[in-house]
């Protein structure tokens, strides 16, 4: 965004009408300490205003998101006030006008007013409001909309977003997030919204969603698939809500022994000890793999924030603690899933994963004669991937175990999953390695990567992704290629040749431009795996040389 270099009139009466609307004292002071800077001269109020004011936090359907601050563009109770009552028209349009409607919350800054300003919106709009106990975990509200029989559920959350941000995210009457083109009907409603003021409200105290929690924590006892439960599990929640519901729940699960990050496990918004507190990014799980080689653990669990994400990490062959890729641990659980689905319930399972995931899951439904399919990426998809599903996963650390109860990703779930399956490994004298290795050689190594660009400017993604259209490469690291464009149903290209997958697309929450790699070697028997990987190894890294090349030249 480019600075301005002086306060327009246009700009300064945007920044006092907003004022005058907004339904809250301490962002009205807030905004108003930023406009007097900035109208004394202050650049950094000026361009801070200018951010601020620049347009309304767009409604998608991951819902909202973005940084805890006064103004149209920004998370405040003013923001969620009206994006509140756009919700409470799109379902009365749909004819659910009086449902239940179940809110739950993180712990992040503003979390609580902003679950509170959302009820009292509902309320007045007529619908039976019900809200969760305390800030928990995401995969609990996605439940509780389906055990409460809801029309729709409200969490109040950024996931593993930085420490300066905070959302919205919506769940429809199947527990799944939206998808278009409900985010569109939304944000018109949203924009056809009185000001904040005007938005009838009704305070609370507001009914709690009694017993949720509880017959979460008790379905979650019933996912570990076979007998064993001897597992020691080091496990982290990153400064989330996560602690307490996962440590209940693998103790309902029968899984006892277990050992949690000291200083990451009670909630709090600042998130202290890591510099992004999402399990995927370096760093972030360094206290929890000391934490396993000190206890001598048999697998590692880290949480994101909201508990929706679940990383596994285990002890290499030399000793050291690594953390599984999510395409490891996708395929890891989703072995076990078929291997163990109850044939009399479920007699044409489904399983999927998303179009950038690992290939490997078709293969391993295949050998299980079990349906498979690949959506575009994101739970709200894989969430309605068909009838009879039964597990699905993304490589962004995303599992779903327990479809009919979750209809969306849930970190706990998946844990109690994974504890079963190390515990079932450990009978044996196994290890989730030894499964990984073991899946290599019946389907082949499947090796993944990830480019990503990111760009200040939006507009040099739009026009690398318009230049790759236009001339595509026929060929990357001497591999012969064909192009596939997945427009219009989504903004994707897809790259395939001989045991090579190229994914490019725009991030959908991140200003990034990503390409997912993907190599397939065949394997020839145990004793030539160690040889299937190196050769692997080497065709990835000549992969990603050529796509960061063509990305970036």
């Known amino acids: 965004m480019t600075e301005p270099r002086r306060l327009t009139p246009a700009l300064r009466d945007n920044a006092f009408r907003w004022i005058a609307d907004d339904c809250d004292d301490a962002s009205r002071t807030e905004l108003q300490d930023v406009l007097a800077r900035a109208m004394g001269g202050d650049a950094d109020a000026l361009a801070d205003l200018a951010d601020r004011m620049s347009g309304t936090l767009a409604f998608g359907t991951a819902g909202l998101r973005g940084p805890v601050r006064a103004g149209p563009n920004g998370m405040n109770v003013a923001v969620v006030v009206r994006t509140t009552a756009g919700v409470a028209s799109w379902l009365t349009a749909q004819g659910l006008a009086g449902g239940t409607v179940v ?12 679950a509170a300003a959302a009820a009292e919106v509902l309320a007045a709009a007529g619908f039976a409001v019900r809200v969760l106990p305390g800030a928990l975990p995401t995969p609990v509200l996605a439940f509780a909309v389906r055990h409460l029989g809801a029309v729709a559920g409200i969490q109040v959350t950024a996931s593993h977003n930085p420490p300066a941000d905070n959302g919205y995210k919506l769940y429809d009457s199947s527990g799944a997030q939206i998808v278009p083109p409900a985010d569109q009907r939304i944000e018109a409603a949203i924009a056809a919204a009185p000001t904040a003021r005007d938005v009838p409200r009704t305070p609370g105290p507001h009914p709690v969603a009694e017993g949720v929690t509880e017959a979460y924590l008790a379905r979650v006892a019933t996912v570990p698939r076979g007998p064993g439960r001897k597992v020691r599990v080091a496990a982290t929640a990153l400064h989330g809500v996560g602690a307490e519901t996962l440590r209940a729940a693998l103790a309902g699960a ?9 200083e990451q496990a009670e909630p709090d918004p600042d998130f202290p000890t890591v510099s992004f507190p999402n399990p995927e990014e370096d760093g972030a799980t360094d206290l929890l793999l000391a934490l396993a080689e000190r206890a001598g653990a048999d697998v590692a669990v880290a949480l994101d924030p909201d508990a929706d994400r679940c990383a596994l990490g285990v002890p290499g062959r030399d000793g050291v603690w690594r953390m599984l890729r999510g395409d490891e641990t996708g395929v890891l659980l989703g072995e076990h899933v078929l291997s163990t689905v109850d044939s009399t319930r479920q007699p044409d399972p489904l399983v999927a994963t998303t179009i950038v995931s ?15 399919t690949e959506t575009l990426t994101g739970f709200k998809w894989l969430a309605r991937a068909g009838t009879g599903l039964v597990f699905a996963y993304e490589e962004a650390l995303g599992v779903c175990v327990d479809p009919e109860a979750v209809n969306d990703k849930d970190g706990i779930s998946a844990a109690a999953l994974a504890c079963g399956l190390v515990a079932a490994l450990g009978e044996d004298g196994r290890t989730l390695l030894d499964a990984l290795d073991e899946l290599a ?6 090796l993944t990567d990830q480019v990503s660009l990111r760009f200040e400017d939006l507009s040099r993604i739009g026009a690398l992704m318009s230049a790759l259209r236009a001339s595509p490469p026929d060929s990357l690291d001497g591999t012969a290629l064909s192009t596939e464009d997945l427009l219009p149903d989504a903004d994707v290209l897809r790259l395939r040749g001989e045991g090579v997958r190229v994914i490019v697309r725009p991030s959908g929450t991140e200003p990034k431009l990503k390409a997912y790699l993907e190599i397939v070697e065949p394997v020839d028997g145990p004793d030539a795996l160690e040889r299937a990987r190196a050769r692997a190894g080497e065709r990835l890294a000549g992969l990603r040389r050529g796509v960061e090349g063509l990305l970036t030249g």
Not at 107 to 114: D, I, N, V
Not at 254 to 262: K, R, Y
Not at 441 to 446: D, K, S, Y
């Open 441 to 446: 050689v019946r389907h082949g190594v499947h």
């Open 103 to 114: 809110l739950g919350r993180d712990a992040r800054h503003g979390s609580a007013e902003f």
């Open 254 to 262: 029968g899984f006892t022994d277990v050992h949690l990050v000291a």
């Open 358 to 372: 690992s290939s490997m899951l078709a293969a391993v439904a295949k050998a299980h004669e079990a349906r498979y």
